[in-house]
């Protein structure tokens, strides 16, 4: 094993550029194709500087305020729900025939106007995001990055080039926390520090956990800021430049400010392809709205901007499987708020196998249970954090409800039996499809241009995460929730 080493220090930065394989992005400019891939040149969006606009002195739009936004959306998902009831009223009337009226109203509920009221209130806070403008272009605050690894040698090399193209200006210091790897993930690290003239602290843990790496690389961090970013991930030249300058363009209070990741690895395979579309529309535009209300729920740990007095106070990253969710919610209950920045981009890599996304998506469901467990949605003290943890409340009953009742009722309707599913379900579909068009139109105009980014295109995966993806996501998490009921061993990876 490598001695650690001590070196903590201002990086320097590198006049070779990073050219790694990032399948999901086309550049707007420069591009090099080979053997399906892409790589990206150094005049690309991975590589541009993104020069931030600053608020102007005065003047500007009419303001709404985060009370007033959070009232409209919430009328708005009460209309649509009251809509819902009245067509669907020969739905439940049916299946009251042969289950009786009460289950009937509890299973239409579940299936269709518990998770409508949750797409029609997102749709309609989405409406009203405005980012606030940067007060700081530039900020200079010193700011720590901490990378917890274990047995990651293919991409650690990746991941500290991009820390040494960030265009940030101030003292940034990086430190690998290694987790008992088995690899060369120390030495290629090592390496590719060297290389790319990049200051890098390297310690060991043998405490195995993520958690625990975390909080030993935290006990080195003498900057107010600190960043945690995973392994496998790329960060977007101007990234930890955005999220300090949200961070200190922000009110005291807030405490963390999550990035915006995606998928580095979209075209690798079929499960690599749908998630690339589940973190660029549902798990971004969740983080929106979050983060529109002032209470973005989970700082992923895959990067994330954090307040290093904040997490001491909360105890530091907690031995869960889902410890930056649970982190996230100690944060809110001690009064703070978590803010999301989607132009701070960063591509981390997707599981590409049905076993491996099965395991994670487990372990995202235990660690939201975690959080559930550790800071109910009524212990929090700010209303919208009640509201908005309320809403991962019904999660588990949605779940549930699709595996048992959504999925044997869609055989039912194959086989001519409509008590659940029906020929009018699929006029589900061409809704579900407009709003993702939507969303994908806010994610594109509102990140993607900006930055000098484009998407790579593909009608079928998207059709198919529409009308596939949820039924083996549920499977998932419904897996992960009997595991955590069971108390059944943890695992980081």
């Known amino acids: 094993m490598n001695p650690p080493n001590s070196l903590v220090g201002r990086r320097v930065r590198s006049s070779t550029p990073a050219s790694p394989e990032d399948e999901f992005l086309v550049p707007a400019v420069a591009a090099q194709e080979s053997a399906g891939t892409v790589r990206m040149a150094p005049s690309s969006g991975m590589h541009r500087s993104y020069d931030v606009p600053v608020a102007p002195s005065g003047g500007g739009r009419r303001y709404i305020s985060v009370g007033q936004k959070f009232s409209i959306a919430l009328v708005v998902a009460t209309l649509w729900l009251a809509a819902s009831v009245w067509i669907s009223w020969p739905w ?13 109203l509890i299973i239409v509920s579940l299936l269709a106007f518990a998770p409508g009221f949750v797409v029609a209130f997102l749709v309609a806070g989405l409406a009203f995001d405005r980012q606030p403008s940067f007060k700081i272009a530039s900020p200079r605050d010193a700011v720590t990055v901490l990378i917890a690894a274990r047995n990651e040698e293919a991409a650690i090399g990746d991941t500290v080039r991009s820390l040494s193209e960030q265009d ?3 003292d940034l210091r990086v430190i690998l926390i290694d987790n008992g790897s088995s690899d060369d993930t120390i030495g290629v ?5 060297q290389a790319s003239a990049l200051a890098l602290a390297i310690l060991e843990e043998s405490a195995p956990g993520k958690s625990h790496a975390l909080n030993r690389g935290l006990e080195r961090v003498t900057s107010g800021l600190v960043i945690t970013v995973d392994a496998d991930t790329l960060l977007q030249r101007s990234a930890i430049r955005l999220l300090v300058a949200r961070m200190v363009s922000s009110p005291a209070e807030v405490c963390a400010v999550a990035g915006a990741v995606l998928v580095r690895n979209s075209r690798s395979t079929f499960w690599s392809r749908l998630q690339t579309w589940d973190y660029f529309l549902g798990i971004a535009s969740v983080k929106r709205m979050q983060g529109l209300f002032q209470n973005t729920l ?10 290093s007095d904040a997490v001491r106070e909360a105890g530091g990253w907690p031995d869960a499987i889902g410890e930056d969710i649970v982190l996230t919610w100690k944060m809110l209950n001690n009064g703070a708020k978590v803010f999301f920045e989607p132009l701070a981009v960063a591509f981390t890599s997707a599981p590409e196998t049905f076993r491996v996304l099965a395991r994670q998506r487990s372990r995202w469901a235990r660690g939201m249970i975690e959080g ?19 809403f991962n409340l019904m999660i588990p009953l949605l779940d549930t409800a699709y595996v048992l009742l959504w999925l044997p009722g869609l055989v039912l309707a194959i086989f001519g039996v409509y008590w659940i599913v029906g020929p009018m379900t699929v006029a589900v579909l061409p809704v579900t499809l407009l ?5 994908f139109h806010y994610q594109n105009q509102r990140v993607f241009k900006p930055l000098g980014l484009r998407v790579r295109k593909s009608a079928l995966s998207l059709f198919l995460f529409v009308v596939l993806y949820q039924a083996f996501m549920s499977a998932f998490s419904v897996l992960g929730y009997v595991q955590e009921l069971t108390r059944r061993a943890r695992r980081w990876k």
């Open 298 to 307: 989970v700082a992923q740990g895959a990067f994330s901007l954090y307040r």
């Open 435 to 439: 709003v993702y068009g939507v969303l």
């Open 372 to 390: 559930l467990r550790t800071v109910p949605p009524w212990r929090h003290q700010n209303g919208y954090a009640r509201v908005l943890t309320g």
């Open 92 to 104: 439940i009337t049916g299946l009251a025939q042969h289950v009786t009226i009460v289950p009937a």
């Open 168 to 170: 940030y200006e101030g």
């Open 189 to 193: 690290a090592r390496r590719a520090a």
